[in-house]
């Protein structure tokens, strides 16, 4: 089967860096994605590792350890408005993704 | 990346009634697009897989012939809710991969709310 860890809830004041951890398990790994959603929209698209390594877009940041089986989501100088869900998710074999269950993340002033 | 868009953006229908949605690649040709859904405070779950003039893959645990899918162009599929049941009320969101952006990513379109009554 496939599996795929991250913690529930993450609160963090503006200004901060907050890091979402994700572990995985799962087989056809191609790649690790990263999902914002406010409540009530869709997933956005933030970024997307297939090799090992640190990608960096703007304030946030995606890291991947393909032999830890490990993946972060690095968000920097938070603003209110970051306050949303952040999902991991391993695109397998076909390009479909397997998501995780979610991190709520409440960004306070 | 994609431009997706969906229709309706909410719906509330009667029990037992049929409701179909659909899911637009509005910049470029999907052979491939996702059905996700997605109850409150859940993850998204994969329903199937619509592929243009195929018929679709669906992940275990889906009723093929309560959720019927057509992929009849390179930018349209189309998700049919027959005899809809309060359960399945949820948030329905399609997907397309590929697109300018990255070819492995995929791009969501703003979802559908289904409340069945």
């Known amino acids: 089967g496939q599996s795929l860890e991250q913690p529930s809830e993450v609160t963090a004041v503006e200004g901060a860096i907050v890091q979402i951890n994700c572990t995985y398990q799962?087989?056809?790994?191609?790649?690790l994605s990263w999902y914002q959603q406010h409540d009530g929209g869709a997933p956005t698209f933030l970024s997307y590792?297939?090799?090992?390594g640190l990608e960096e877009t703007g304030r946030f940041s995606s890291f991947l350890s393909r032999s830890d089986s490990y993946g972060y989501l690095l968000l920097q100088e938070l603003q209110m408005k970051d306050s949303a869900s952040y999902f991991c998710?391993?695109?397998?074999?076909?390009?479909?993704?397997?998501f995780g269950g979610g991190t709520r993340l409440m960004v306070k002033p | 990346g994609a431009v997706v868009s969906q229709h309706p953006s909410w719906v509330i229908c009667k029990s037992g009634t049929s409701v179909k949605i659909e899911c637009r690649s509005l910049?470029?040709?999907?052979?491939?697009m996702f059905w996700y859904r997605q109850f409150p405070k859940q993850s998204l779950m994969l329903m199937a897989t619509?592929?243009?003039?195929?018929?679709?893959?669906?992940e275990q645990g889906v009723e093929k012939d309560k959720f019927l899918i057509n992929h009849a162009s390179l930018t349209l599929s189309t998700l049919t809710v027959t005899s809809a049941h309060p359960e399945d009320s949820s948030f329905y969101i399609c997907?397309?991969?590929?697109?300018?952006?990255?070819?492995?990513?995929?791009?969501f379109g703003p979802g559908t709310r289904l409340t069945v009554l």
């Open positions: 998710a391993v695109n397998n074999a076909g390009n479909m993704l397997t």
């Open positions: 799962t087989s056809g790994f191609y790649g």
């Open positions: 619509s592929n243009e003039g195929s018929k679709a893959t669906y």
């Open positions: 910049d470029f040709q999907a052979t491939t």
């Open positions: 997907s397309v991969q590929g697109g300018s952006g990255h070819t492995d990513t995929q791009y």
């Open positions: 590792n297939a090799l090992d």
